[in-house]
Every structure is written in structure tokens, then in C-alpha cells.
């Protein structure tokens, strides 16, 4: 693929994802409620955890300080949202813990996913964790309650750690690789969370990550870019130095080729050693999911959903009406093809006869536009049962669900705006 047809087409695809979300991506009706749910169905559970005890540059997730009471007041109210939602009706198979750091306070955590799996016929449970909370004796309590942890390590390259600010608080590249050489095996999967892509970074650095993962081997591994929407821009600027663009799919295929034998099956920019182990971002592979906590989001019968972001607020609203909904909106036909078109071309194929299934047209009827522009990019392919992306076309919806990531940003920005942080 030649170079300027690369960045041609990658620059108008992410103006055209930058404009459109820009546009559609907002929540801003108010109300006060889920629906309840109809009565056969099981959903995703999202938990939000939102504190932690440093604030990395580029992290625009909703989060504060931590500190014990806050976090001992939040997971009260959190324990009431979950009881709240059960006497909804929703049922949930499917249980994610994200944050901020979730297991920052492991007693209060593990009471509360006791609490779920009481509630609720939980199958899987993934949780997120920084490097701090993994010693084997904590990661021993979650045996049985958690299937799969990924830890955030971003790189295992010390200049980078110490610009981030993470060597001072989660250790050098080499403690972190030995905390977590420590610790894989205990739990059913142990993920690995890279990041790529950072202003100045070298072939040589990512190479190392590279190398040092393929090491480590956990069965999984995100290997995310990094995304700088407006709430981190400066901090990112003033950190790290100025982003680009320049090497990102360099660094994408170098990634994708060097992780092709040890890491056979990917989804967009996860990586695992087996498909059928593999648990992905929630977002983008369950059509509909309830969150809980401070600024989670909810997605039900078309309509996306955000709870307060503040923790004052939060917790009145709990303490008044049992939920802490506040803003909703709905999304007509096109921007759910949309969606399903980049969400699944994201994980490399869209199933022709699942999107009639879905909305009653057969894509090369309702996307013909998009589909022939898709071509004319050297993105897709196409045969009588799927649409499939080409090596570039890989990199391209990478670029879209960056976009469409960067523009859930924008959702939180609107939401915190009035927070004093
Ligand atoms: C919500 S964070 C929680 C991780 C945990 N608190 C930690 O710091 O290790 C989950 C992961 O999202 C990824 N992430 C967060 N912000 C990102 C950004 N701006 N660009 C790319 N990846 C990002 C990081 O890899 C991070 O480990
Ligand atoms: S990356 Fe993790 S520790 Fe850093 S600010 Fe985000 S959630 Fe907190």
C-alpha cells in the first residue's frame, strides 16, 4: 500500500469520524431512569470504580483522589445502584469492573462482586487493576471471583514510566514485569494493557515492549494507541511532548506482524493466545449493557444513557431515587448501521446475514455508498457471506473506533464540566 494513498485516506476517514461524532455524540436529555427490561434477557453489568492515587497524562476516565472514607461512602451507595437495578428486573450473565482502579480497596470489592454473584448468574468477571494491586496474596482472594484481571503497564520502558509518572508510583519496567511474573497463573487469564504510539516513542522502545510481553506472556494482551482527545491534549503536550500521527500504522503493523504467531487470535487491538478465552472491551462487543456507578454509561433499546459524574451528587442522587441517571439519547437507523459497520469491521468482519438480522436490510442495500467508498480505500473485501477488512483496512477501523472513543470523551468532558477537580 503506498504511503500518501495511507495517509490520504486515514486523514479524511478520521476527519469524517472526528466531524460525525462531533455532531451525533452527545447526551443531553434529561431524565432520571432506565426502562425496565424485557423480560428474557441477559445483559453486561459495568461497574465503575472511580478513584485512584495518581492521575496519568493521558487517562480522560472519570476518577478522584482516593482516599479510604470516600471510597468506603461510594461503595455503599454502589452496593444500593446494584440492588436498585436488580429490583429493575435486569438480569446480568457478564460482570465488568473498570475504573479508575478498582481494586484500590480489595475488602470493599471483593464484598461487592460477592454481592453481584449473589444477585445475579454471573459467568464471566473481568476487572481492571493498576501494578500496585497484584501481589499474589490479593490476587489469591480473587481466585473463584474474578476470571480475568488485566493490569495496566502502558510500557515497560523506564524513560517513558518516569515521564508518565508511573515509576515513581507503580515501579521500574523490570519490578512491574516481575510483579506480574509473580502473579500470572493464579486467575483463568491475566491481560496485560500496553499503550502505543506516544509522542517520541521509537521502533526500538516498542520493539522492547514488544519483546518483554512475549516474555512475560500473559494469554492476553490490549495493545491500545494512544488516544488524546481535548481532555488530555495538554497534558499529553506537556508530558510526553507533542503527538503525531507520523508512525502510528507503522507501529500498528509492527505490532500485528510481530504478535501474529505467539498471540494468534485479535480483535481490534486485543490480542489473545486463545479465541475462545477471549473477553473483550464491552463497548464494543455487547449491542447492550447497564452500567453502575459515578459516570458509567448504559446502552438499551437504542438509547445511550450516562449516570452523574460527580461523587456528592452521586450518592445524593442514590440516597434520594436509588438511581443516579441523569442524561439520555436516542439514536435513529443510520447511526446504528454505522456503528455495527465500524464496530464489527473493527474486530476484522461484518456478517452479512447478522446485519439483516438486524435491521431488516441487507447492508449492500443500506450501506452502498459507504461500502463503495470503503473499496475504493482499499479497506474491505467482500464475498457471498461477510464483508472482511483488508491489511489496511485494520488499521483503518482502528482509526474509527479511536474516533468514536475520542468522542465518548467528549460526552465525559460536557458531564465534568462543572466538577472542580
Ligand atoms: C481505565 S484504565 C485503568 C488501569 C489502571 N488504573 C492502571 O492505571 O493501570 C484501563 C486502560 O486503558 C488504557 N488507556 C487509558 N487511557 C488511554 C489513552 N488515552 N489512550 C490509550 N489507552 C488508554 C490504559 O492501557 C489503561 O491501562
Ligand atoms: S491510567 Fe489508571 S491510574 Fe492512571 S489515571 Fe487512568 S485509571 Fe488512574
Known sequence: MRESHVKIVTNATSYFMHQYTKHYLHVNKPTDTLPPPPEDKEYLLYIHIPFCTMFCPYCSFNKFTYTKEAAAHYFKHLRKELLHVKDLGYRF????????TPLID?????????????????????????????????????????????VGVQTFDNALLQKLGRYEKFGSGEEVYDKISAMLGILPITSVDLIFNFPNQSNETLLKDLELLQKLSPEQSSFYPLMTSSMVKNSVKKTLGTFSLANEYTFFNLIKESLKESYPSRHGWSFSKESESMIDEYVIDNEEYVGVGSGSFSFLNNTLYHNEFALDKYAECIAQRKS???????????????????????????????????????????????????????????????ILTTEYGDYLFLVLMKEFYMGMDRIRNEARKHLSL
Open 324 to 386: 443516579a441517571v441523569v442524561k439520555e439519547r436516542t439514536f435513529g437507523l443510520t447511526s446504528r448501521m454505522y456503528y455495527r459497520l465500524m464496530v464489527d469491521l473493527f474486530n476484522g468482519k461484518l456478517s452479512k446475514k447478522k446485519f439483516e438480522a438486524m435491521f431488516g436490510v441487507s447492508v449492500n442495500d443500506a450501506l452502498k455508498k459507504e461500502l463503495m467508498a470503503l473499496k475504493f480505500a482499499k479497506a474491505i473485501k467482500e464475498n457471498k457471506e461477510n
Open 93 to 100: 450473565n457478564y460482570l465488568v469492573l473498570g475504573g479508575g
Open 106 to 150: 480489595e475488602d470493599e470489592l471483593i464484598k461487592t462482586i460477592e454481592l453481584v454473584r449473589t444477585l445475579f448468574n454471573i459467568q464471566h468477571v473481568s476487572c481492571e487493576t493498576d501494578p500496585n494491586h497484584i501481589k499474589p496474596k490479593t490476587v489469591l482472594r480473587l481466585d473463584g471471583l474474578v476470571d480475568r484481571l488485566s
